[in-house]
């Protein structure tokens, strides 16, 4: 099963290295990580999107909130939540192809946030489904550039993470 | 002790400070360039005295024994580099079995790091998955702060070693002294009290069992929680199990005691964990060594109280009914009040019925040797060092086969008696840990119990033993094999024993006396106890016995990498 984990930690020199150790080590699979400063600049929050048996989750849960820089832990996937993942994608976009390729920005609420001759870069977010429906709409051959930022996860609600 | 307000000290003088504080009396270590200054603080004083060790592998095994025999923090002290890169399996092995150290570390200077600078290495990122945590010192002023951490997350939640990394440059600026009194942190708050509705019901379940079973592990060592456990048991009048990390946390002269369970563990402790209806589990992991496959475990239904301070310990390789988390001894005592407070008791016919099938059992006499053998059976040489020592010493050993027959036939009837590298199995961890545990208890008596390949993993400490006379005993059951891979060999293996002799073995006798110490061979069963008397009749002496023993002789019983409990082999069966 697919798991969104969000954490809290310190924003120390090493955390980051902590936690992906840690999944490397204990063979946990991790499917995207990301990671930035909150509001409050000593602590940091990353989602780690895994899979596993109920198990294999749970021990993951344990082992991160052993980490001494660890503040709290919770699988977001456990009660409604929110996900979201930036990508910029950058197209082919000559002539030939500009019409066409405009539109299926429009299409998936995307915007062209640079434009050259021959190219165009779209910037698109939604959950990680989204991003790769517009893909594969995609003619193959007209993608240059891809870049994904990972899943970031919030809890609907009422339903807050803080130290 | 006085702050001294407004004086500055140089990160050297703090780092010395810091160990006076925390009344740390020994610390073992190698001097090297990057902790010249801390040397040269060290030798200005005399609270805190340095144990110079041989290799930085026996510092930290030093320090682990140390505080395995004592319940202080064990601290070691190494130069940049290769001093850190040779402390690493000594790291690992108190990492592995939960023993609280700091390890303090040289660094090349901050301007250097990053540049592969002379004798640098990534030390943090290095020691990072075998230590509690670690810290790399980057300003003078967080220097007594992140020490005063270490010893906190050292000693707390489950104890662990904590490694601190300290640039050269460092050790040499200044700034106004002042330790902590307390440490707060945000991220770490571990929990000790046990959940009340969690307890009030295991202790029901516990009540109400027909074929109960205690197994305790390491974790009731740790808090210290053996008189606790010993009046539980006792209380109850169940059967109890320790592991090989456990043993001596109940007497093990008690009848109520099974003995060792796990792969190499009795018949009937292992029958019995196998066929109890309520297991409660104390301060153990359920780790392969222990209970094999979880499959073979889960066939038989049973009900499953699980008390440990680390969440992760719990429900990791069996499925458990009641979690507990908190520190054992705080939970056992909650244990005790409910029991005593409660009218209720255990159910007499059932519990009597439960123990004949212990007994029966028991019967099996599954730890039966050869006792007229015209070869020395290494167990006969265990069970006379009991005898000899009154069963009152502090006993280490190096791991294999001597390791195994140690915990069998020494029985251990108190805690932090048994010092031994259960987790990782670290061969040449004996000697160095013996001198930590004398180092701690002067006047008490050490035994080594080894082997002569794992003898020569750390021999190099016969001569700090040398150097700070450390009269340790050193068993050695030389069968001229690595015994334990050639057990295996024997079994799993068609009887190929690739690379197990050890071929060209030194004289240990003269090896002994090269070091200034005292060595006997002894080649006759009749001429064992003779010997050991002899030796531990020399209270100022370190005496190495080499014991020729059988070389075909094997650890019974045992339980097949992989296979369950119930897949022991007897010796009777071979």
Same mark, same amino acid.
């Given at each position: 099963m697919r798991h969104i984990i969000s954490i809290l930690l310190e924003n120390e020199a090493g955390a980051l290295s902590r936690v992906s150790g840690l999944f490397s080590a204990r063979a946990y699979n991790i499917e995207s990580l990301t990671v930035a400063p909150t509001e409050d600049a000593s602590m940091s929050r990353m989602t780690i999107v895994t899979r596993g048996s109920e198990d294999v989750v749970e021990q993951i849960t344990k082992q991160l909130n052993k980490l001494v820089e660890v503040v709290k832990v919770v699988d977001l996937s456990e009660?409604?939540?929110?996900?979201?993942e930036l990508m910029l994608i950058k197209v082919r976009a000559g002539t030939k192809e500009r019409e066409d390729m405009k539109r299926m920005a429009d299409i998936f609420r995307g915007r062209i946030i640079d434009v050259s001759d021959n190219t165009y870069t779209i910037e698109l977010t939604g959950a990680g489904q989204k991003l790769d429906a517009f893909i594969q709409a995609l003619d193959a051959s007209a993608i240059l550039e891809t870049v994904r930022t990972g899943a970031s996860g919030i809890g609907r609600g009422n339903r807050i993470l803080r130290a | 002790m006085d702050r001294i307000k407004g004086v500055e000290l140089t990160g050297a003088e703090i780092v010395v400070r810091c160990l006076q504080e925390e009344g740390v009396e020994h610390v073992f270590g190698y001097p090297g360039g990057a902790v010249l200054y801390i040397y040269d603080e060290l030798f200005k004083q005399d609270k805190v005295k340095h144990v110079l060790v041989r290799h930085e592998q026996g510092a930290a095994h030093a320090a682990d024994g140390y505080s395995r025999a004592s319940?202080?923090?064990?601290?070691?002290?190494?130069?940049?580099?290769?001093?850190?890169?040779?402390? %690493?399996?000594?790291?690992?092995?108190?990492? +592995?079995?939960? @023993?609280? +150290?700091?390890?303090? %570390?040289?660094?090349? =200077?901050?301007?250097? @790091?990053?540049?592969?600078?002379?004798?640098?290495v990534d030390t943090v990122g290095i020691t990072r998955p075998c230590v509690k945590h670690n810290f790399l010192v980057k300003d003078v002023a967080d220097l007594a702060p992140t020490i005063k951490k270490a010893f906190y997350l050292a000693t707390t939640g489950r104890p662990g070693p904590v490694l601190v990394d300290i640039p050269k440059d460092i050790t040499t600026l200044s700034t106004e002294f002042l330790y902590p009194e307390t440490v707060s942190m945000r991220s770490y708050n571990p929990v000790t009290k046990g959940h009340g509705g969690q307890i009030k019901k295991a202790v029901q379940l516990l009540l109400e069992a027909e074929r109960p079973m205690i197994y305790t592990g390491g974790g009731v060592v740790l808090s210290n929680a053996a008189q606790q456990l010993t009046e539980l048991v006792r209380l109850l009048g169940y059967p109890v199990t320790n592991t090989l990390m456990g043993l001596g946390a109940y007497p093990a002269t008690d009848k109520q005691f099974l003995g060792m369970l796990g792969m190499h563990g009795t018949y009937e402790a292992n029958m019995a964990m196998h066929n109890c209806d309520v297991l409660l589990a104390v301060g153990a992991r359920f780790d392969d060594r222990v209970i094999g496959n979880p499959a073979n475990f889960a066939l038989n239904p049973r009900k499953i109280i699980h008390i440990d301070i680390d969440p992760s310990s719990i429900s990791k390789r069996v499925k458990v009914d009641v979690p507990i988390v908190g520190n054992v001894s705080e939970v056992l005592d909650e244990f005790l009040r409910l029991i005593k407070a409660g009218a209720q008791r255990p159910d007499g016919a059932k519990l009597k019925s439960w123990w004949k099938t212990i007994e029966e059992w028991r019967g099996r006499d599954c730890l039966k040797y050869d006792h007229a053998s015209k070869i020395i059976k290494p167990q006969f040489v265990v069970e006379k060092l009991y005898e000899v020592t009154g069963g009152d010493a502090f006993i280490t050993s190096d791991v294999g086969q001597h390791q195994m027959?140690?915990?069998?036939?020494?029985?251990?009837?108190? =805690?932090?008696?048994?010092?031994?590298?259960?987790g990782l199995g670290t061969m040449g961890f004996g000697l160095?840990?013996? +001198?930590?545990? $004398? +180092?701690?208890? =002067?006047?008490?008596?050490?035994?080594?119990?080894?082997?002569?390949?794992? @003898?020569?993993?750390?021999? $190099?400490?016969?001569?700090?033993?040398? $150097?700070?006379?450390?009269?340790?005993? @050193?068993?050695?059951?030389n069968n001229k094999y690595m015994g334990m891979v050639r057990q295996w060999q024997e079994f799993f293996h068609g009887n190929r024993y690739a690379e197990s002799y050890m071929d060209a073995l030194p004289d240990f006798v003269k090896l002994a006396e090269g070091y200034g110490h005292r060595g006997v061979q002894i080649t006759k069963p009749e001429d064992v106890e003779p010997a050991l008397r002899d030796a531990f009749k020399r209270k100022n002496e370190l005496v190495f016995m080499d014991f020729l023993t059988d070389q075909t002789e094997n650890v019974f019983p045992m339980i097949p990498g992989g296979k369950g409990i119930s897949e022991m082999i007897l010796s009777e069966e071979l």
């Open positions: 009660a409604e939540h929110i996900e979201r | 319940n202080k923090v064990g601290v070691c002290l190494v130069t940049s580099g290769p001093g850190l890169t040779n402390a %690493v399996t000594g790291i690992a092995t108190a990492y +592995m079995d939960s @023993i609280p +150290m700091v390890v303090l %570390v040289g660094q090349v =200077p901050t301007h250097a @790091i990053g540049l592969d600078a002379f004798q640098e027959w140690a915990a069998q036939f020494y029985k251990f009837d108190k =805690p932090r008696r048994w010092i031994n590298s259960g160095p840990a013996a +001198m930590g545990a $004398q +180092m701690a208890n =002067p006047g008490a008596t050490v035994a080594c119990v080894t082997g002569e390949s794992s @003898i020569q993993m750390c021999l $190099q400490e016969l001569s700090t033993c040398k $150097q700070y006379r450390l009269p340790i005993k @050193i068993v050695s059951l």
